[in-house]
Each structure stands twice: as structure tokens, then as C-alpha cells.
């Protein structure tokens, strides 16, 4: 064993002479680095993206709530004792929550909100749908949002300083309370500072509520308001189906009293922590979901009467629902770059093979002269990885210009195979060359070797196939999302090695079976072109038959048009998902959702909206989300909806939206019941069932389930019925929501849209298209295929460039038998014509085939925003270039190399290749 000896002239030598190829490998790994090393960075970044949207898009969701328990206020002589600071408690409950946060977790937080309700009380002037509570905020510096006040003044304490510590009597007078109203709820209630609200709890006593004066909100972008929005504007179905609620607010001076006007347990103390969106990354949200967790694990149990901290979040649902993105996000990405990865590596090994074919004499020559093979495979392996590493550097650096970083882990494969394919192959080819092995004269021994290299290709076949089927099954039997332990946070390059494989490994096996079919259908051809006189038509067929058993051309042909096509595939299939997502989450062009107070006017307002220009239908409907259903002795709460059956059908027929034939029973009743239809996500709302419509203040309405109503926006349970018969069952709709059809519908609604919100279809869609995840994915496929077709068509270049010596020898050896120039293109033409032809074909198919196999594991509905995976949209009109391409490319590349071999001389075509 010695050490290689490198004879540096020779590695100069090469390198020159072979510059064109060399640099071509280098700008393949390049530009293969660029992509697979700037992906990994931006998909981080996009995570962090993610994360700070799904935070914004929370509303409230994520809050982390404290509540803690009121010491009791029991006095000496057995009556309650009014404690004048107990809004300086409110202040240290809040700061006590915030200190059991600790320093990490609050820095991610917004200040923390204090607030103090109490119980819903009805309004007793002859309304049973209205409810009002008492509200006190207070914000981290003690003192609530500020206000203006347009009448009357703050509320003040219903005692004077000196009797401030008064006990009051169990079972006494009902306590005063003083409470400021906004303009908006005092136009509703029409009350006026002085007025007393008519108001009683549950068990009918009576709560005396005086209204101190009228304010408006300095700020109403303040996140304290967000907290009670019913004390800025009445709120409907806070208290359930059709009740409206309004909120009176306390100040420091006035909180006492409405500890004395409510039971012991009536007035809760509530501390609210938002996260800061602008704040949180990725890892962030990780070790703050975390810390939520334990906190939650370790909170104090509701059923125990003592003051300690018990808290309440749905921080980590939304973390893990943001998480599940991701992982999809990112493991489809990683499909996606596996399928470059495999394109790219097969062009490196058809580009050392064509760059093995060049050196053949140079390396034999060198071999003769006594370079061992270890020293040929040192200074070629110099060589390559000097190339490779050039190539990834230059990569990497335009990575990181373009990408918050740049990453390595995808880039090894592609250096390892441009660094060890042009080495194994020279040093292979070297000793072959040189080598004194003779054929066996014995035909047993021929068969024996002849079997031998047979079975070695069939065991590599079968390998792939099985990893193939492998990768299949298990990406349907687990998925796309990687498992992960409950609580720990899959990190979001996903992970699922095997199944993100299962696209490349299944065209890499339809490749293979392909390669199988293709030398026996030439074959074919050659036997029925013997039959035929014209020798133009032998030589073509022949020329096929000799080249069609090349594996490297057919497989980066293959590899490349099928996982392009997957790709186009797979962005058509989720922009589709995505407009499916925005009409079941709309409704139709447009959405009118009408606030409470002017819920009144909507039948006008859709009448309004209905004669506008350009208006095909306008429905008006109640939609409540809070509904109290009875199904099988449980309350389930679902989306009700009531509507004009018939009018909803018509809706339903003017758009993309499914069909429901469904609403025709809605006319008919069975049991004197009123018909409805259900629809579930878990099955607890069957067709068949017998429901119970649930109401405050008011019998329930019986209903029976008769059908599966169609989706009403991302509601997972919804129950549907007829507006008229409802009504004529006792409970009159109260429309708050107008569904708006036609070319002018966004712009009549906006031009309506007073005391209501508009949805618009068309901004829906474009702020689904335009998240981080969903806008990274789709540039990500279609990046991918334009390097997977770049790929292919050079892969085609050097697939030719590597045959064209032979071919032309051929030829040029043809013409001097009398074969014209342009009879010698057709015949080149059909040598390199009939693999394209067939990849331009079958590459599609194989890829759309892949597409329907793999996308419904995909999890493409967590992108999307549909509650089912998307249906498989073939992108023909993508698909269709994709097969002219390749055809059109062969078209280019026979004149050009005639074009460069035409001057060559008889005496060189005669002893070419003669040692």
C-alpha cells in the first residue's frame, strides 16, 4: 500500500482540454445548491411567517385567561363588608398573574388586561333577547381604555368616603350600581344618564343598575375593547340564538358596589394575556406553547373555593394547528426537492459518462504507460471535487444572498455524486480498456456471465420497486405529517424521509419498467421494417433498436418530465383548492354580515342590494354559531341557519358551490316537527334524527333532521331550516347575513355595507394565495418544475452529445455508401426520437398518475382551508407544452450537430475508431 502519486500535467491537461464539460457540472451543482440550499432558510422564515399570522388571525383564540377566586367578604356581624380598594386587588391579581409567567413567556405577551364581569342579566322591559352585564377593565397600568364622556359622568361609589367599609345584610335590598353606557348601547336602550336599567338574574331578583352617564371610546382600537365588545355595541348571540348583549362599565369607584350587588361567585376576576405576533418566531412559539402546557397541567381545578390561579388557553391548540401546517408545508417541499435532487444527480451521472466517453483514449493511453488505477482515480478525483466544491461554494453564496442563510444538507447528495461520478466512471473505464480478460470460449461460461450481469439488473430493479411500493404504502398509512410525541414540536423540515421519497422513487420505478418495454417495442419495429424496401426506414429502425437499451438518457428524461409534471399537478390541484376554499367559506361573490343593531333592516337592505347593478341574487339568512342542539340526550353546538329554502337552492345553483337537492324537503314536516337538514363533522348530527332547538327564555323547537345540509362557510356542524317554517312554529328569523351573487356584487355590497361587514370572495382568495406557507409552496412547485424541465432538456443535450460520436460515424460511413445528408438527419432524428417520444407521452401520464396516487396523503386541505383534501386537477394546459418541448428540442439538436460534423474528411470517417 503506497499513497497515490498525482502527475499534475495530466490533471492540468484533462482539466483544459475538457473545460466545456467541467464547467457544465459545475453550473448544474450551482444552480441545484441555490435552490436546495436557500429552500431549508426560507421555509424556516416562512414558519416564523406562519406562526405570526396564524397569531393575528387568532382573534382572541390564543389569549391565555387567569381567573382566580374573590376572598370572601364576610363581615363581623355576619353580612358582607364593601371593600372600597378592590380595584387595587384587581391590580395585584394581575400582577400576580404576570409574575407566575416569568420573564420569557411575558416577553412574547402583550401587556396584560385585567377585567371583572358579572353574571348575564336579562332587561326586563318587555324584551326576553336581551341580556346585560357589568364590566370593569383595567390594563397594566391600573386604569382602564380611556373615554370620552359626552353626558352625565363617570360612575360614582353609592356611599360616601366615610361609610366606605359598609357591611351589608345577606338576603337585604338590592345594592345600587352605578355603570356608564356607550353611545351606541344607549341608543338601543334609549337610556339617558339618571335612568335605572330594568335588569334581573336568572332566579328573577332584581339588580339595580344606574346609568351614570354616556361615554365614547377615545381609542376603539384599543385591545382592552376587544376583550368586551358589547361595551362599545351591542353583540347578538353572546347569550345564545337571537339574544343581543349590552355591557355597562364600571370605573375604581363604582367596582365595590357590583361586588355587593352580586352573589359570592357572580363577579369574576379574569387576567388576559395576547401574544405579540410581531415578536414570535417558530422556536418562540415552541417554548412558549411549552410553558403554557405546564402551567395549564399545574392550574388550580375550578371545583376548589380558594384564590389560587387557575388558567385557561387555547394558545397551544392554535400552536398546533399552525404546527400541522408547517410540517405539511414543509414536507411537501421536501417531495418537491427530492424530485430535483434525484433529476439532478442522474444529469451529473449522464454528464461524467459523457465526459468518461471523451477521456476513453487519453485515460487507456495513460494506463499503457503505466499510471496505475489508483493514481487515475486520485487525479480525477481531484479533479471532480474541485469542480463540485467550486460549483456548491458559488451556490451556497447565492443562497445566502437571496435566503435569510443558506443550508448544506440538501446540497451533500448533489456534491457527493458530481465529486464520485466522473472518478468511478474514468477509473471503470480505464480498466476496461487495459484490461486482458478474454471472452470465454466455452457458451456455458458466456450464459453463466451473460445471467450474471441479469441478475444483478434485475435485483437493482427490484430494489427500487420495493422502496417504491414501501414509500407508497407508508405514505398512505401515516401520511404526510411526521409523528411526533404529544407535546414535542416537530420541527418544521418535517422529517418523513420515506414517504416525502415516494414521488421520485415511483417515477425512478416507472422508469425502469419502461426501460423493460422499450427495446422489445424497437425491436418490433425493426423486424416490420426488414419486411419493407425502403432502406431509409432499416436504418432508422436500426439506429433505435442499437440505442434504446441506454438506461441514464431514458431515466433523467423520464425523472425530469414526470416529477415536472407532478409538480405543475400539484400547484394546479391547490389553486383550485384554494378558490374551492374561498366559495365554501364565503358563500357566494359576496357576504354582507349586518351588526346587530341594524339587524332590523336587512330584508331591506338585501332588497336594496338585490335591484343594484349587476346583482343576480341577493338571500338574506339568520346564521347563529352558538346554536344549542339536543341530539341523543347531548347539546351539541352547531351553526343554525335560517333561510328561504328555495331562494338558498337558487344560490347554491348560481355557483361553483355543490348542489343540494336536499332543501326541496324542507317544505314538508313529519310528527308536526319542523324538517331540517344537518351536517357533522364527528356524526353526532345524522339525517333521521329528532332534535331539539334549544332557546332562552322560550319553549325549544323540535325538529327533524331530513337530509344533509350543504357546508354554510368552515362551520363543521351545521342545521338548516326554512325561515317561513320556523316561523309559523313560533321563532321568527331576525336576518343578520346576505349572500350576494353576480359581477357587481362586491361593489353593491360595499356601497351598502353601513352597520355591517363585508366578505368579499375575492379578497378571501387573494389573502389565502398570499400566506406564507401557501405562497411559498406554490413558488416552490413551480421553481421546481422549471428546473426539473431545464434539467431534462439538458440531460437530453448530453444524452446526444454522448452518442453523437458513434451515431455520426455510422452515418458519415451510410453516406459513403450513397446515403444523402438529409436522409442522414432523418436517421439521427429516429435514433434520438423514438425515448423523447416516448417520455413527452408517458412522463405526463406518469406524473399525474403519481399526482392521483400520493395528493390525497399530501394533507393539501391544511393550505387550502377546506375541510376535505381538494379534488386532482390535471393542468392539461401546462401538460400539453410539456410534450411538444422534447420533440421540438431533437428538432434543434440533429441540425446542429450535422451542422458540425459536416466537414468531416472520408480517410478520417474510414479509420476512426481502428487502434
Known sequence: MRPPVLHWPSIRGRALADAGPLLLVAAVVAVVTLLAGAVPPLLSATADDAVQDAFRRANGDADIAVHARWEDDDGPNGGRVRHPRLAEDVDDFRDRAAEALGPSLRAALHPPVATVTSAALKITDGSVLRTFQLTYLANDHGRGPHVTWIAGGPPRAAVPAADSHTEVPYGGPPWPVQVGLSEADADALELRPGADIPLEDDQGRVTKVEVSGIFRATDSADPAWRLAPSLLHPVSGADGVGTTRFAGLLSPDSLPDARLAFDQDQLQRTTWFAPNPGVLTWDSAQAIAKTVVALKATSGSSGVLDSSLKWETQLDAVLRDVRSQVSTASTQASALLTGVLAAAILVLLLAADLLTRRRVPTLAAARQRGAALPDLGAELLLESAGVALSGAAAGLALAHAVA?????????PVVLAAAAAGPAFGTLA???????????????ARRWARRTGQLRRATLEAAVLIAAVAALVTLHQRGILPAAPSGDAAGPDGGAALPTSAPALGVLAGTLVLLRLLPAGTRLALKQALR??????????????ATSARVLPLLVLMTSVALASFALTLDATSRQGLADGAWHTVGADARLDVSPAAAASTPVLARRIAAASGVRQAVAAQVSDRARVVADSLIVTSRLVIVDASAFQRLL??????????????????????????????????????????????????????GTAPAVGDAGDVVLVDAATVAAAGMPAVPNTVWVTGSGAARAVTANAVGADTVLLTDVLRARRTAPLTSGLLRLAWASAATLLALGLLGLALGAAASAPERWQTLSRLRTLGLRPRDARWVAAAELLPPVAVVAVVGPLLGVLLARLTLDSLALRLLTGQVADPALVTPWWLLGPVTVVLPAAVAVVVPVESALRRRRRLSEVLRAGEA
Open 532 to 545: 419493407s424496401r425502403r432502406p431509409l426506414a432499416v436504418f432508422c429502425t436500426a439506429r433505435a433498436a
Open 430 to 444: 480505464a480498466a476496461r480498456a487495459t484490461r486482458d480478460r478474454r471472452v470465454p470460449a466455452n457458451r456455458t
Open 404 to 412: 435569510p442563510g443558506a443550508s448544506w444538507g440538501w446540497v451533500v
Open 653 to 706: 345553483a348560481s355557483t361553483p358551490l355543490p348542489d343540494a337537492p336536499a332543501l326541496t324537503r324542507l317544505a314538508a314536516s313529519g310528527h308536526g316537527d319542523v324538517p331540517a337538514l344537518v351536517r357533522s363533522s364527528d356524526g353526532g348530527l345524522r339525517p333521521g334524527m329528532r332534535l331539539e332547538l334549544l332557546r332562552d327564555g322560550a319553549p325549544a323547537i323540535q325538529l327533524t333532521t331530513v
